[in-house]
């Protein structure tokens, strides 16, 4: 395959003689090209934003992921997600990602940083690691390479926090999206290889699925949720002249408020838009790590809150794990917010069901003697009612075509 950049430059040139602009304007035909792959990739069927499978003929391939979103009992589902196999036409590479919207135009906020993060972050990706290669080359170093474990974290991190700061700027001065006091979180991850790379913006959470030394799997949680009373965040927020405290009727439950006003109180300390209490200490930069994936780790687990408000780490792998271990893999992200559902009936009940998305990413192909190493299968179940008890949530499946 030919080299990312000199890939990808081709292509923006190509796009830039398209469109009768000249080849010094270079981010302007990134940026373009990026939206090209993207919907290319689309026309392939290898991004899934909603139903379908996306199947890859990659040999370098091993991933298999299952994805399942439902709406709750709020209205509109404000939950939505994605998944790009081959990602930027690499057969190494794949994003995926979750977005929690809030506030009246959550749904749209959610939505709009669902379709711009991930050709954002492609063009930036390839800007940085363009420069990076030319720096190198220009000092005659020849200790690092970009592909080297640490400095490819570098660049994907500086990748990650110019894309995530472009988009929320976007959104501030979108014109038909209100982001005043609505916004989204955002928890995604590139998987290039045995490498993985996650950037966290809020209280979605990515827990990785691992085999431990009883043979048993464990979950090791991969991000920390952005709430207003961690210590570090805590002292940005009242540094930024905002408040901090919780409701008499939410004990426990932390919020960023302005210096005045009752409103809003957002429970979380990073978002997108929010732009009310921007400047009390709100920000939308991520938290960006890395994980090398070994033989023993088996999954991750993204999932927005209404899935972590009800369900433990470690009861999540286990839904998980299980689903694989019965030849249910495309169907564990299903399993998961079903578990999810049942659980909120128990533990909240009189409290209207949150939105719940899942996605079930795996590292390792099954050898079945069939094609299954071969094919990415991603199951979305998108149920639009109040649910019921597991019989009734399997009926309507059925009889909305999702099984």
């Not at 290319?40 to 370098?60: F, P, Q």
Request: with cysteine; net charge negative.
């Amino acid at each position: 395959m030919v080299p990312f950049p000199s890939f990808f430059n081709g292509l923006a040139r190509t796009v830039s003689m398209k469109k009768g602009k000249p080849a010094s304007d270079e981010r302007d035909s990134g940026k373009e090209a990026a939206e090209e792959l993207a919907k290319d990739a689309k026309r392939n069927e290898l991004i899934l934003s909603s139903s379908g499978t996306v199947k890859s003929s990659s040999s370098k391939s091993n991933n298999f992921a299952s994805v399942c979103s439902r709406r709750g009992q709020k209205g509109v589902n404000q939950d939505c997600l994605v998944v790009w196999e081959e990602f930027g036409c690499q057969d190494d590479m794949m994003f995926c990602g979750v977005f929690d919207g809030h506030g009246p135009w959550g749904h749209a906020v959610s939505k709009r940083v669902r379709e711009s993060v991930p050709p954002s972050l492609l063009c930036n990706w390839q800007e940085t690691l363009k420069a990076s290669i030319d720096t190198e080359m220009e000092l005659g170093l020849n200790d690092h390479h970009p592909h080297d474990h640490r400095h490819r974290f570098e660049i994907w991190k500086e990748s990650f926090l110019k894309t995530y700061a472009a988009v929320d700027q976007q959104l501030k001065h979108h014109p038909k999206i209100d982001t005043f006091s609505s916004g989204s979180t955002a928890l995604t991850i590139v998987k290039q290889g045995e490498h993985l790379m996650i950037a966290n913006v809020g209280d979605s959470r990515a827990v990785l699925g691992t085999t431990s030394e009883n043979g048993g799997v464990s979950a090791v949680q991969l991000t920390v949720d952005c709430k207003p009373n961690l210590p570090q965040e805590a002292e940005r927020i009242k540094n930024s002249k905002g408040r901090i405290f919780c409701l008499p009727d939410e004990p426990g439950v932390y919020r960023i408020w302005r210096p005045s006003g009752k409103t809003p109180g957002l429970a979380l300390s990073r978002a997108f838009g929010d732009y009310c209490i921007k400047e009390f200490g709100l920000i939308s930069t991520p938290e960006v790590t890395q994980l090398r994936i070994t033989e023993s780790d088996q999954f991750v687990i993204l999932a927005t809150d209404g899935v972590w408000d009800v369900v433990s780490n470690q009861e999540a792998v286990r839904v998980v794990s299980a689903a694989a271990a019965n030849s249910n893999r495309e169907k564990a992200a299903k399993r998961l917010v079903e578990f999810a559902a049942r659980a909120w009936k128990r533990k909240r009940s009189g409290i209207a069901l949150d939105d719940m998305s899942a996605i079930c990413l795996f590292f390792h192909r099954i050898d079945d003697g069939g094609d299954g190493g071969q094919q990415q299968v991603v199951e979305s179940s998108m149920i639009v009612s109040a649910l019921g008890d597991r019989d009734d949530e399997d009926d309507l499946v059925k009889k909305n075509g999702l099984d």
